[in-house]
């Protein structure tokens, strides 16, 4: 399994851009999966989260204006930036818990990385 994190780019401030994250192979399911973002000199911090069950979570300073979409497909998890601010600047990875099936024909759990997709926003 793989993960691929693609979307980012460089918009204006007040625009937007969706991000998206899909896993490769056999995927059952996707169990869980986050973004988070690192700027330069900062600590990577989670930005969204959601669960296979639909429930969401949002650090403070996203909330009502990134949303992870409830309609994701079985092994692609996007997430949706609105009203996008210079501080939003960052190279955003998404982490993914899956489950899918082996070459053995057994179903297996992954969790790992994308390598990540790079956000700039200018003022």
């Known amino acids: 399994v793989q993960l691929q994190a693609s979307g980012g780019g460089l918009v204006q401030a007040g625009g937007s851009l969706r991000l998206s994250c899909a896993a490769s192979g056999t995927i059952i399911s996707t169990d869980s999966m986050s973004w988070y973002r690192q700027a330069p000199g900062k600590q990577r911090e989670m930005v969204a989260s959601?669960?296979?069950?639909?429930?969401?979570n949002y650090v403070d300073s996203v909330k009502g204006r990134f949303t992870i979409p409830t309609n994701n497909d079985i092994d692609t998890v996007y997430l949706q930036m609105n009203s996008l601010k210079p501080e939003d600047t960052a190279v955003y990875y998404c982490?993914?818990?899956?489950?899918?099936?082996?070459?053995?024909?057994?179903?297996?759990?992954?969790?790992?990385w994308g390598q990540g997709t790079l956000v700039t926003v200018s003022s």
């Open positions: 982490n993914a818990a899956v489950t899918y099936l082996n070459d053995d024909g057994r179903a297996r759990q992954y969790n790992g």
């Open positions: 959601t669960t296979r069950s639909g429930s969401t």
